[in-house]
């Protein structure tokens, strides 16, 4: 059996899906360049006929990263019909290699409730724009969505069918989290026994699993046990609820117990874990927590004096990885206020970041404004300022002025002014009962909107006390249509009060741009996938 894992990322797509990490266009693109260099083998670029900002993020990933030398396989999602199919092969069809993924549920839950058709209409279906999209694409995924909880001789007979017409790429997603790891593992060596076609036409069986149960990577690995060779992940697990499986997890599962796997691995340079897991933070709004394996603050942490110990004689008694090979502790080199745009575009470049000369201009501004704070600049702060310089892009209001009065025994008082799109300033005070709600109804008096603060987060990028403050937030807004919608906006400045009006603002400024339409509360976007 083939030894190499194929990594199919699908951050951009399933990790997009997680409330509240809608992601612009040059956030998405620099998304797409940093899988590149980290070395996945696919990267789903999105649902192409989602939105019209949906299309053009996966036509242009595949117009720039797809023409890499080594470039991925850009793919997108689609439904199984041919409108959906049209819009994905538009959108992937200028990559060097691309891949239409499309999708059908077939567990008797979805059919007769979601899709209301029969067994017999999904199999027709299948057969039909599997082979419509393989007129189009020499590469193409099928998956029966809900294959976790479909009857498994149905499963069998959508699979052969999909094979018949032209399925390179076979995927089983786990899509409610349901299975156990030995369940998983079964199916997927049910299907490898029983779809013969497999085996006879070199077909790559895939795995999706999600955590609703935390079992996504066990699920996972128990699957690629069973045979299969292509994963399904995304950066830090974020995705639809409770995640999908966790890109770093399965790397590096597979490559310290090789032989627990078969020596089955991924071509993924692991030094670049950590630095894809704080960009997509980042740029996501998702905190990554503590204690996340791998790529969490605390992975490797020893706190207890007896481990301390032990480290110090030999790393080995409580570490099975080196933080290095995952990327932690590489060059942090230092810039100051001597340091001149070519060494600023030096570093950024060796950082993975791809800068046109505005944005290197834009940069470089708020480099040097930094360094008149802040003593000495690493990559740490240099990676907060680029995260809020592509966030602040395609800003309905700007922040132009803020100030927050607030102490014991008075009542704490905002005051904003914001330049609005047709380059007006806008003012106004508003009272609060803290300065972090003050400044967030003032910014709702002066936009209009009726938007409401649901998590706040603040973390020093470095150490010390000028330290840059990163800002996350969280807001609900209510549209038209009465349903609620959630909106992350961030913020990097060495004033915490500056970077929370910046942070509110441009979560604000999202929904704004939106329509108030956003990811909804109540019905997440993926109900209608
Ligand atoms: O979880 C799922 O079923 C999916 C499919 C659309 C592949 O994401
Ligand atoms: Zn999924």
Known sequence: MEDRVIVFDTTLRDGEQSPGATLNLPEKLEIARQLARLGVDVIEAGFAIASPGDYEAVSRIAADVGQLEHAPVIASL??????????????????????????????????????????????????????????????????????????PEFLYQVLSVAVAAGATTLNIPDTVGYRTPEEYGELIAGII?????????????????????????????AGIRAGARQAEVTINGIGERAGNTSLEEVVMALRTRPQFYN????????????????????????????????????????????????????????????????????????????????????????????LTREE?????????????????????????LLADQLERLNEVYQLDHINVTTGTGNTPV????????????????ALGNGPINAICNCIN????????LSEFHVHAVTEGIDAIANVTVRIEMTAEDGRKYIFSGRSADTDTVVATGRAYLAAVNKGLSRGGRGQAVDAPRAATV
């Not at 691995?265 to 996501?284: E, F, G, N, P, Y």
């Not at 790529?295 to 008694?317: P, R, S, W």
């Not at 905002?414 to 005070?429: H, T």
């Open 414 to 429: 905002a005051s904003v002014r914001l330049i609005d799109d047709k380059g007006e300033p806008r003012e106004d005070a």
């Open 360 to 384: 290197l201009d834009k940069a470089f501004q708020r480099f040097k404004e930094l360094c008149d704070k802040k003593k000495v600049v690493t990559d740490a702060d240099l990676e907060a």
């Open 193 to 221: 026994r029983n779809v013969s076609s497999i085996r006879e036409k070199g077909v790559i069986v895939s795995v999706h699993c999600h955590d609703d149960l935390g079992l996504a990577t066990a699920n996972t690995l």
């Open 445 to 452: 008096r002066i936009t209009r909107v009726d938007a409401k």
């Open 78 to 151: 689609a439904r199984c019909n041919k409108a959906d199919i049209d819009r994905a092969w538009g959108a992937v069809q200028s990559a060097r290699r691309n891949r239409i993924h499309t999708f059908l549920a077939t567990s008797d839950i979805h059919l007769q409730h979601k899709l209301r058709i029969s067994r017999n209409d999904c199999i027709e279906q299948v057969g039909e724009f599997v082979s419509y999209a393989r007129s189009l694409c020499a590469d193409v995924e099928f998956s029966p969505e809900d294959a976790g909880r479909s009857d």
């Open 263 to 354: 020596g089955a691995d991924t071509r993924i340079d692991a030094t670049q874990l950590v630095r894809t897991s704080k960009m997509v933070s980042a740029m996501t709004s998702i905190v990554v927590q503590p204690n996340k394996a791998i790529v969490g603050a605390n992975a490797f942490a020893h706190e207890a004096g007896i481990h301390q110990d032990g480290m110090l004689k030999n790393a080995a008694t409580y570490e099975i990885m080196r933080p290095e090979s995952v990327g932690w502790n590489s060059t942090n080199l230092v810039l100051g206020k001597h340091s001149g745009r070519a060494a600023l575009s030096d570093r950024l470049k060796q950082m993975g970041y791809d």
